[in-house]
């Protein structure tokens, strides 16, 4: 049964690529290898929008994941996020009136842009995530955090302002989210900053970030065309952290003056499409490239090791490395540590386990992190490549 395109509406999505079952819970780290060897699988089979080049997983489940405190996708222990996030709260606190206002943060994450952002701007916010594990309820700050899914019901705080970072991707439904959040604004001025993995350059590259929990992808043709449907305007786009990522910001009951609406056009559609065409093939060839290159390595006598057990990391080696070859694992995120990565059940240990490992080659799934993770190496006194997959 063909599945009509959740961002234009207009068309049927095309298959175009069966990556075949890879992990379901990319965020969970177990505390067994028996228990990550275990983790289960899902099936990715893409599909694309041929109006607007928007692109969903044409197989996904949606009873298949379960958010909670047992999953952790925290970006902040890295300080090149950190700087990333520091910047984006000046920017929004710059740019909109939020002294004084209340900010809706869906997808919330452990809360650190949440409570920035009300610092900084003098506003006042409610961050909900299931996935949130601290204190609940009032924050110094000035925010309330709520360890669930946000409501979008009666019960929702009136607000001013909503933000989801990494959130919308994984909706089963995106339209619809956006069809209530724009119901729940009513007839009052409100804005609002998405932000989201950028399929310009998933698909364009290897494909790591394509995983089971992004539901769909978006590039900045088709995220404009799912806000604008959904009864927004669209102020401003364009990407973030070096292509990574892609931004929208919203507007409702705002005069159209004030928004700058810039859309990006069918020459970025048909970009994105050409991307799409020779994506399965890429993605083919890059998963034989790496085995390729880790036999290579360990022929050579070296100890190779994957810096990064992000969802990156998890669907790299569940791809390229699924025998667990490697000599080792790496996050710099501490809950990590000493925990089993899902279906391939590589442990994954602290940077600083590496200074007595031997290995010549770092692999990274993530350029953007390229410098950070260098300099930690040279500080570590580890001498070794660092090879971006």
Not at 98 to 119: K, N, Y
Not at 279 to 295: G, K, L, M, Y
């Given at each position: 049964m063909s599945r009509i395109c959740d961002a234009?509406?207009?068309?049927?999505?095309?298959?175009?690529?069966?990556?075949?079952?890879?992990?379901?819970?990319?965020?969970?780290?177990?505390?067994?290898?028996?228990?990550?060897?275990a983790s289960p699988l899902g099936d990715m089979r893409l599909g694309y929008c041929p109006e607007c080049a928007y692109v969903r997983n044409l197989a996904f489940d949606p009873t298949a994941l379960v958010y909670d405190t047992t999953m952790d996708t925290n970006l902040h222990h890295s300080p090149a996020f950190q700087t990333f996030s520091a910047e984006l709260v000046k920017h929004l606190a710059s740019r909109y009136p939020?002294?004084?206002?209340?900010?809706?943060?869906?997808?919330?994450?452990?809360?650190?842009?949440?409570?920035?952002?009300?610092?900084v701007a003098g506003c006042r916010g409610h961050g909900y995530d299931a996935m949130y594990a601290g204190p609940v309820g009032p924050d110094p700050s000035g925010a309330v955090l709520h360890s669930g899914h946000a409501p979008l019901d009666e019960t929702t705080p009136t607000f001013d302002f909503v933000t989801s970072r990494h959130w919308f991707e994984h909706l089963d439904d995106p339209h619809g989210f956006l069809v209530r959040l724009r119901e729940l604004a009513g007839d009052r001025p409100v804005r609002g900053y998405l932000e989201v993995p950028d399929a310009c350059y998933d698909l364009a590259t290897a494909g790591w970030e394509v995983i089971y929990p992004h539901v769909s992808?978006?590039?900045?043709?088709?995220?404009?065309?799912?806000?604008?449907?959904?009864?927004?305007?669209?102020?401003?786009?364009?990407?973030?952290?070096?292509?990574?990522?892609?931004?929208?910001?919203?507007?409702?009951?705002?005069?159209a003056s004030a928004t700058g609406r810039k859309l990006p056009g069918p020459a970025d559609r048909d970009r994105q499409l050409e991307s799409i065409a020779?994506?399965?093939?890429?993605?083919?060839?890059?998963?034989?490239?790496?085995?390729?290159?880790?036999?290579?390595?360990?022929?050579?006598?070296d100890q190779p090791v994957l810096w990064g057990a992000g969802s990156r990391g998890v669907q790299f080696l569940h791809l390229a490395d699924p025998d667990g070859r490697l000599a080792a694992v790496v996050d710099v995120n501490p809950r990590k540590w000493g925990r089993y990565l899902p279906v391939t059940g590589h442990q994954v240990g602290s940077p600083?386990?590496?200074?007595?490992?031997?290995t010549r080659s770092v692999i990274i799934t993530n350029p953007a992190y390229r410098n950070e993770i260098g300099t930690a190496l040279r500080e570590l006194g580890v001498n070794a490549e660092l090879l971006v997959a």
């Open positions: 234009c509406g207009s068309a049927a999505l095309v298959p175009f690529a069966d990556l075949g079952p890879i992990p379901v819970f990319c965020g969970v780290h177990w505390a067994s290898r028996d228990e990550a060897l939020l002294a004084g206002a209340t900010v809706l943060d869906i997808g919330c994450g452990q809360g650190e842009f949440l409570r920035e952002l009300c610092h992808y978006f590039d900045a043709y088709s995220l404009c065309r799912i806000v604008e449907r959904a009864g927004w305007q669209v102020a401003e786009t364009g990407p973030l952290f070096s292509g990574m990522f892609r931004f929208v910001e919203i507007a409702v009951n705002v005069p020779g994506f399965d093939n890429r993605h083919a060839a890059e998963r034989e490239h790496w085995r390729s290159t880790i036999d290579r390595l360990l022929a050579a006598g600083a386990s590496l200074t007595d490992l031997g």
